[in-house]
């Protein structure tokens, strides 16, 4: 075995080289040629400049590294393996069951930041790891990212890009592995390093441009790089695919492919190696200050006076931020609609304008959760969806994630359709792991965000309304996560009422105009669509023998959805009928789209009587 400070870095990217032959090959699949273009550039970042305590993955002044051309983990997982991290038995597993090296990173391994393999995620993450160093935690970390080119053309990375330049993040640096072929064939610019450099360039980045096989040269970059002050860097590299093996270098149809003929390969590439290289280890740092719980002392609403949800959010998220040093707030433009303002006014040193941008928004989310802060990330319901990969991505990563969407359903009004989350329920339903919320008054919503900083854990979605609407709950009721409130209930009730954020006052005026003609329903509010509150759920079926949902939202994946989940169990399933928005909206009041969509008050009244007709 080798240990120097001196080691060969050619031979040591040949030892990577054969590590990710090997590996693929006995797995029989994964992105062996992808691993060996990039090889070189690793070997020297892993010998001469990544400052890292493998023993103790933690340690608040670790660098970061983040593979964003995640399907090169046989690259990562032999950089582990030269540094002592795994030993060769574990190198082995590589894509078998019960394996922590999977065939794209995860969390799974304590060194591993975030999941990558959803290409244009690493560098957007990066940038928030990267912002957190420099304006939440002056540390001396640095934020190391390895890029494929054909990730280039995703517009996410371009978002990453400007943000990083804008905020001139010098403790950044990314890594292109310009190796020319993608999946299918050649990329877009091929081997043009200049048209990348130029682009990163005007988006305020320091390019550099260098033979990415040349360990001296790559030495040379990557001092540059630390030697930038001012601005963030970007080492482009131009490599070979498949380098170092004739059969598979810069040839199209490998990607993503063992090498036909491994011993050969591993002969070619001059067998294997044993190095071992000690990682340069951080300097001392101290650890943030670990904080649980919320103490915070919320703001109060009366019964009876209206108050949009959003702005009962924004005060809330305002007052956690005042208990809670590590709450930060990120926000797409909108914080004047979301409410997320007040929090910027009280904390503007945690508050993070993302622009419109909502992948880097939820990245950089991604990237300060990582150093240890609990963000709460703002915008639009409607506009979220186009972050959705960088949620489901998140839930991969294991991360701890507020999100809060705004001016959700019909009941926005004259703004159109164009505006209306109406699928946001169900896209963040369908998250592993995640929580959904959405409350229908200003108490009820302060302590929800409380719940959500107390114990964060998973994705975490809290749906917010634009209008005002009456307050119905003191200041001192609770709302656990799970449950859901009984507003009216008798043992005479001849159905049941299932609401949810606005469409509750509707169902309590419908309640109210049943029983005005002998007719006792109950009410539920279901504020937490997951997890849902089964038990209350199941009593309401066996008591009533009919469940009428009405939510602002389409009708798949939605409250009505939660619903049925309660009867999956194969029990019998009670009658349910399903109030939702089935049409496409156009401008109107809030009061004519609700109508219009048949989720008023009088929509309700007469599906119930449609129902207990049957």
């Given at each position: ?13 040949q030892q ?27 070997a020297v ?6 400052r ?7 340690h ?32 082995m597993?590589?894509r ?27 560098l957007?993450v ?57 999946q ?26 260098v ?10 970059a990557?001092?540059e ?7 963030p ?10 380098r ?9 149809g ?33 650890a943030?200050?670990s ?15 209206k108050?949009?949800?959003?702005d ?11 208990d ?6 990120l926000?797409?433009?909108?914080g004047?609609?979301?409410?997320s ?5 009280e ?28 963000p709460?990330?703002?915008t ?24 809060a ?18 699928e ?12 959904v ?8 919503t302060?302590?929800?965000v409380?719940?959500m ?11 917010t ?11 001192d009721?609770?709302?656990p ?13 001849r ?54 949902t ?19 169990d ?5 009658r ?21 969509a048949?989720i ?9 009587h ?5």
């Amino acid at each position: 075995m080798t240990t120097t400070a001196e080691i060969d870095l050619a031979e040591l990217g040949q030892q990577l080289r054969v590590d990710s032959v090997r590996a693929t090959g006995a797995a029989g699949s994964g992105h062996a040629t992808s691993s060996m273009s990039a090889a070189d550039l690793m070997a020297v970042l892993l010998a001469r400049y990544l400052r890292y305590d493998f023993d103790w993955p933690d340690h608040p002044g670790n660098d970061h590294l983040i593979f964003s051309k995640g399907h090169a983990s046989p690259l990562l997982y032999s950089l582990y393996k030269a540094a002592g991290a795994i030993g060769d038995d574990e190198l082995m597993t590589f894509r078998t069951l019960g394996s922590r090296l999977e065939g794209h990173p995860t969390p799974r391994l304590p060194w591993v930041d975030v999941a990558t393999g959803s290409l244009g995620q690493g560098l957007p993450v990066g940038v928030g790891v990267a912002l957190a160093g420099r304006r939440l935690e002056p540390m001396p970390y640095r934020v190391w990212v390895l890029l494929g080119d054909s990730e280039m053309a995703e517009g996410s990375v371009w978002e990453a890009f400007e943000h990083a330049g804008y905020e001139r993040l010098s403790n950044l640096t990314a890594i292109v592995d310009v190796n020319r072929l993608g999946q299918r064939g050649p990329t877009r610019h091929e081997w043009d390093l200049d048209a990348y450099a130029r682009r990163a360039e005007a988006f305020g980045w320091h390019a550099i441009e260098v033979d990415g096989h040349d360990p001296v040269a790559i030495d040379a970059a990557y001092a540059e790089a630390l030697s930038v002050s001012d601005r963030p860097s970007v080492v482009l590299a131009r490599t070979l695919k498949g380098r170092g093996v004739a059969s598979v270098e810069n040839r199209e149809g490998m990607h993503g492919k063992p090498l036909p003929e491994v011993d050969e390969a591993i002969e070619e590439l001059g067998g294997e190696r044993r190095m071992r290289v000690d990682v340069q280890r951080p300097a001392a740092t101290t650890a943030p200050r670990s904080q649980h719980g919320v103490h915070a002392e919320l703001p109060v609403f009366s019964v009876g006076e209206k108050v949009a949800t959003r702005d009962a959010y924004g005060r809330a998220l305002a007052a956690v931020g005042s208990d809670r040093g590590d709450v930060v707030a990120l926000d797409g433009e909108v914080g004047d609609s979301t409410r997320s303002e007040f929090f910027a006014k009280e904390h503007p040193d945690r508050f993070f304008e993302c622009y419109i941008a909502e992948q880097e928004m939820l990245a950089t989310a991604v990237g300060m959760q990582v150093r240890g802060w609990l963000p709460f990330v703002s915008t639009f319901a409607a506009f979220l969806t186009r972050a959705h990969d960088f949620v489901r991505m998140a839930a991969v990563s294991h991360a701890s994630l507020n999100v809060a969407g705004s001016h959700a359903g019909v009941a926005i009004g004259e703004d159109g359709p164009s505006q209306m989350g109406l699928e946001d329920l169900a896209m963040f339903r369908a998250v592993h792991g995640s929580t959904v919320l959405y409350p229908c008054d200003a108490n009820q919503t302060t302590r929800l965000v409380a719940e959500m900083a107390a114990e964060p854990a998973g994705i975490r979605y809290l749906r917010t309304t634009r209008g005002g609407t009456p307050v119905i709950y003191g200041p001192d009721e609770r709302f656990p996560i799970g449950g859901s409130k009984v507003l009216r209930s008798s043992d005479e009730d001849r159905l049941t009422l299932v609401a949810a954020g606005v469409t509750v006052p509707e169902a309590l005026a419908a309640a109210d105009e049943l029983a005005a003609e002998g007719i006792p329903v109950r009410v539920i509010d279901l504020y937490s669509l997951k997890p849902v509150d089964v038990t209350t759920l199941r009593a309401a079926a066996e008591a009533t023998g009919c469940l009428l949902t009405v939510e602002d939202h389409h009708p798949e994946g939605g409250l009505g959805d939660a619903v049925l989940d309660a009867f999956t169990d194969g029990r019998p399933v009670p009658r349910l009928v399903r109030l939702a928005v089935t049409t496409m909206p156009g401008s109107a009041t809030p009061a004519q789209q609700l109508k219009e969509a048949g989720i008023d008050a009088t929509a309700i009244t007469a599906a119930a009587h449609r129902a207990l007709a049957v």
